[in-house]
């Protein structure tokens, strides 16, 4: 669907509360006229916005003269809203252009935005031209950029010059935002130590390095210990020694940003890819030959049920990849971010990004980081099941120990099973190690003020855990209380605003226009697909599901006061003449693809409620 031509508006003023890698200097609009200003709504807890950021990189460089690139950080969760976290997430990803601290949300309630990550795009006079929703934009930004410096150059209205990017000051320490650990069989350790890109062998006393695995240069390389190359490695998997036996390595890495999975041979550091092209996944699906499936952005691996289980953070789901064959295959979720249980194939994730098996390997244990729960996995008698212990949904967080189904997590990214069968959570945005007894089903916190803890590693003795403390860069060893603390903190809930609906028909139409030279792809059926649902799923009486086009009427509910549509949309758009719908044999094509989750208050008898939800995947 194209969206009829919208009337120019200016762009609202940035607003916030601090700038960073400006050297300390605001930034304003009307400063910046003259250059293209490309506004990249985030939050640095979102794998999808990550992605974004990967996806700009090679943008800035090529446009380094004519466009500015401002990072507007408007968080989810409360922790995002320190700007401690922040400033330190913005080195973690290598944020190489301003950000403007939004905690308050002003600036992306100024520009409408809905979901992370949203791009909009301001030309040289200062009017929004284009705003964008979800991932694989680069193409399409490149085509509208190349426009708006012919259109602008044209007019006398470009300036070109250099980007208000100011770098802070290099921080060293041995390690750099370490991810995950995991022992090693002859007792010692090994973490990823992600920002240096590279592997780290430690002693048990959590300190003395052994050797270091890659060369800290981002980048994928197999090799020798010290040619291979990782980009942000994160979580680690020791394989049985029968399997190692076979295969030739040892270790399976989640090699994140270069969306593969790497072995590792301990006995001299040799490291090899064994899954994965280095391309981000596009499309729903896959499975077949490791070396020739795309992934995105596997962030953790364990050994459970005879083979390797990836939780591959960047489509919501959890994969298998079995060493010996060489294969690998969607193992649970459907890409659908949020929570739903049940059987494997039908289940929904939200950025699995901690795994762990029980020791008699009956139960898979998740951090399920977005929805902020603990999840497990477990073979049934169809295959795999799909079951919640802790956590309501994307939307609901915080700090609360007692009944399961009363406790709040806030973005937990490890998990480790004790020696009594209850599991450790890394909570890593509250900054603590908890603990949650399936046979009490109580929850409870073992320590506390941590800093971004994002593994917990069990000691052989049971009564200590070794944390990852992933924003002190360093590894520490905490006991495990015979009396556990009890919190009763403040439930919480992601701050945006509702949108009020009236009950009944309320029509949805997802705005996509391809980039100029590009036409939705129709050589085989409709290249678009919407699914819709809800929270709770007596919101939505009608409307609900998967099918093809770009609109959708649904029907809402009068004695449901509130909830969340959900909406997943994707569009396929190749080359090719959009005034004859002529495509070429070849032709390049790009899948354009969002999740939204839109809060709505359902309300009766006020006048002038809008009957019609736009949401903008590609709006100019």
């Given at each position: 669907?194209?969206?009829?031509?919208?009337?120019?508006?200016?762009a609202?003023?940035?607003?916030?509360?601090?700038?960073l890698?400006?050297?300390?200097?605001?930034?304003t609009?009307?400063?910046l006229?003259?250059?293209i200003?490309?506004?990249?709504?985030?939050?640095?807890?979102?794998?999808?916005?990550l992605?974004?950021l990967?996806?700009?990189?090679?943008l800035?460089r090529?446009?380094?003269?004519?466009?500015?690139?401002?990072?507007?950080?408007s968080?989810?969760?409360?922790?995002?809203?320190?700007p401690?976290?922040?400033?330190?997430?913005?080195?973690?990803?290598?944020?190489?252009?301003p950000?403007?601290?939004?905690p308050?949300?002003?600036?992306?309630?100024?520009?409408?935005?809905?979901?992370?990550?949203t791009?909009?795009?301001?030309?040289?006079?200062?009017?929004?031209?284009?705003?964008?929703?979800?991932?694989?934009?680069?193409?399409?930004?490149?085509?509208?950029?190349d426009?708006?410096?012919?259109?602008?150059?044209?007019?006398g209205?470009?300036?070109?010059?250099?980007?208000?990017?100011?770098?802070?000051?290099?921080?060293?320490?041995?390690?750099?935002?370490?991810?995950?650990?995991?022992r090693?069989?002859?007792?010692?350790?090994?973490?990823?130590?992600?920002?240096?890109?590279?592997?780290?062998?430690?002693?048990?006393?959590?300190?003395?390095e052994?050797?270091?695995?890659?060369s800290?240069?981002?980048?994928l390389?197999?090799g020798?210990?010290?040619?291979?190359?990782?980009?942000?490695?994160?979580?680690?998997?020791?394989l049985?020694?029968?399997?190692?036996?076979?295969?030739?390595?040892?270790?399976?890495?989640?090699?994140?940003?270069?969306?593969?999975?790497?072995?590792?041979r301990?006995?001299?550091?040799?490291?090899?890819?064994?899954?994965?092209?280095?391309?981000?996944?596009r499309?729903?699906g896959?499975?077949?030959?490791?070396?020739?499936?795309?992934?995105?952005?596997?962030w953790?691996?364990?050994?459970f049920?005879?083979?390797?289980?990836?939780?591959?953070a960047?489509?919501?789901?959890?994969?298998?990849?079995h060493?010996?064959?060489g294969?690998v295959e969607?193992?649970?979720?459907?890409?659908?971010?949020?929570l739903?249980?049940g059987?494997?194939?039908d289940a929904?994730f939200?950025?699995?990004?901690?795994?762990?098996?029980?020791?008699d390997g009956?139960?898979?244990?998740?951090?399920?980081?977005?929805?902020?729960?603990?999840r497990?996995?477990?073979?049934?008698?169809?295959?795999?099941?799909?079951?919640?212990?802790v956590?309501?949904?994307?939307?609901?967080?915080g700090?609360?120990?007692?009944?399961?189904?009363?406790?709040?997590?806030?973005h937990?990214?490890?998990?480790?099973?004790?020696?009594?069968?209850?599991?450790a959570?890394?909570?890593t945005?509250?900054g603590?190690?908890?603990?949650?007894?399936?046979?009490t089903?109580?929850?409870?916190t073992?320590?506390?003020d941590?800093?971004?803890?994002?593994?917990?590693?069990?000691?052989?003795?049971?009564?200590?855990?070794?944390?990852?403390?992933?924003?002190?860069?360093?590894?520490?060893?905490?006991?495990?209380p015979?009396?556990?603390q009890q919190?009763?903190?403040?439930a919480?809930r992601?701050?945006?605003?509702?949108?009020?609906?009236?009950?009944?028909?309320?029509?949805?139409?997802?705005?996509?226009?391809?980039?100029?030279g590009?036409?939705?792809?129709?050589r085989?059926?409709?290249?678009?697909r919407?699914?819709?649902?809800?929270?709770?799923?007596?919101?939505?009486?009608?409307g609900?599901?998967?099918?093809?086009?770009?609109t959708?009427?649904l029907?809402?509910?009068?004695?449901?006061?509130?909830?969340?549509?959900?909406?997943?949309?994707q569009?396929a758009?190749?080359?090719?003449d959009?005034?004859?719908?002529?495509?070429p044999?070849?032709?390049?094509?790009?899948?354009?693809?969002?999740?939204w989750g839109?809060p709505?208050r359902?309300v009766?008898?006020?006048?002038?409620?809008d009957d019609?939800?736009?949401?903008?995947?590609?709006?100019?």
């Amino acid at each position: 669907m194209t969206a009829a031509r919208r009337p120019r508006v200016r762009a609202p003023e940035l607003t916030g509360r601090a700038w960073l890698n400006t050297g300390g200097e605001p930034l304003t609009l009307a400063g910046l006229r003259g250059r293209i200003v490309l506004l990249d709504f985030w939050t640095f807890c979102c794998v999808n916005c990550l992605h974004v950021l990967d996806e700009l990189r090679p943008l800035e460089r090529e446009y380094a003269d004519v466009l500015v690139t401002v990072g507007v950080h408007s968080p989810k969760f409360a922790h995002e809203a320190d700007p401690d976290a922040l400033a330190a997430a913005v080195e973690r990803y290598a944020v190489h252009h301003p950000v403007l601290d939004d905690p308050e949300l002003v600036t992306w309630r100024a520009y409408a935005a809905r979901a992370w990550p949203t791009l909009a795009v301001v030309d040289p006079e200062g009017y929004v031209v284009a705003q964008l929703s979800g991932e694989g934009h680069a193409h399409g930004l490149r085509v509208l950029l190349d426009e708006l410096v012919a259109e602008h150059e044209t007019k006398g209205t470009l300036r070109r010059g250099d980007a208000p990017y100011v770098p802070p000051p290099p921080a060293r320490t041995a390690l750099r935002f370490p991810g995950k650990v995991v022992r090693l069989p002859d007792g010692g350790l090994l973490v990823s130590d992600t920002a240096h890109h590279q592997l780290v062998e430690l002693d048990d006393d959590l300190e003395t390095e052994r050797r270091r695995i890659g060369s800290g240069r981002r980048g994928l390389v197999d090799g020798a210990v010290d040619v291979a190359a990782f980009s942000e490695p994160q979580g680690l998997a020791v394989l049985p020694p029968d399997v190692a036996g076979r295969v030739g390595y040892d270790v399976v890495v989640a090699d994140a940003v270069n969306h593969a999975l790497r072995g590792v041979r301990l006995a001299d550091g040799t490291v090899r890819t064994v899954a994965g092209t280095g391309e981000q996944l596009r499309r729903r699906g896959g499975g077949g030959p490791a070396l020739e499936q795309d992934l995105s952005t596997p962030w953790d691996v364990a050994w459970f049920d005879g083979r390797v289980v990836v939780a591959m953070a960047g489509v919501h789901q959890l994969w298998a990849f079995h060493p010996d064959a060489g294969t690998v295959e969607v193992l649970a979720g459907t890409t659908a971010e949020g929570l739903r249980d049940g059987a494997a194939h039908d289940a929904w994730f939200a950025q699995t990004s901690g795994l762990a098996a029980d020791p008699d390997g009956r139960r898979l244990w998740l951090a399920d980081s977005e929805t902020s729960a603990l999840r497990w996995l477990v073979r049934g008698d169809d295959g795999h099941d799909v079951g919640t212990a802790v956590g309501t949904g994307l939307f609901d967080f915080g700090h609360r120990d007692g009944p399961a189904q009363d406790a709040l997590l806030q973005h937990p990214l490890g998990v480790a099973v004790l020696p009594d069968g209850s599991v450790a959570v890394a909570d890593t945005y509250n900054g603590a190690v908890r603990r949650y007894d399936p046979a009490t089903r109580t929850v409870t916190t073992l320590a506390r003020d941590l800093a971004e803890p994002s593994d917990v590693l069990v000691d052989p003795d049971g009564a200590t855990l070794v944390v990852v403390e992933s924003a002190a860069h360093r590894l520490v060893r905490v006991g495990v209380p015979a009396q556990a603390q009890q919190v009763d903190g403040v439930a919480r809930r992601t701050a945006r605003p509702e949108q009020d609906v009236a009950p009944g028909r309320l029509a949805l139409r997802v705005a996509f226009t391809p980039p100029t030279g590009q036409k939705l792809d129709d050589r085989w059926g409709d290249p678009t697909r919407l699914v819709v649902s809800a929270s709770p799923p007596g919101l939505l009486l009608a409307g609900a599901g998967s099918a093809s086009g770009l609109t959708r009427d649904l029907e809402l509910a009068g004695d449901v006061p509130a909830g969340v549509l959900h909406v997943s949309v994707q569009a396929a758009a190749c080359d090719g003449d959009p005034e004859t719908g002529e495509v070429p044999e070849h032709a390049a094509c790009h899948l354009y693809q969002q999740d939204w989750g839109i809060p709505v208050r359902v309300v009766d008898g006020i006048d002038g409620l809008d009957d019609e939800l736009v949401l903008d995947l590609r709006g100019v």
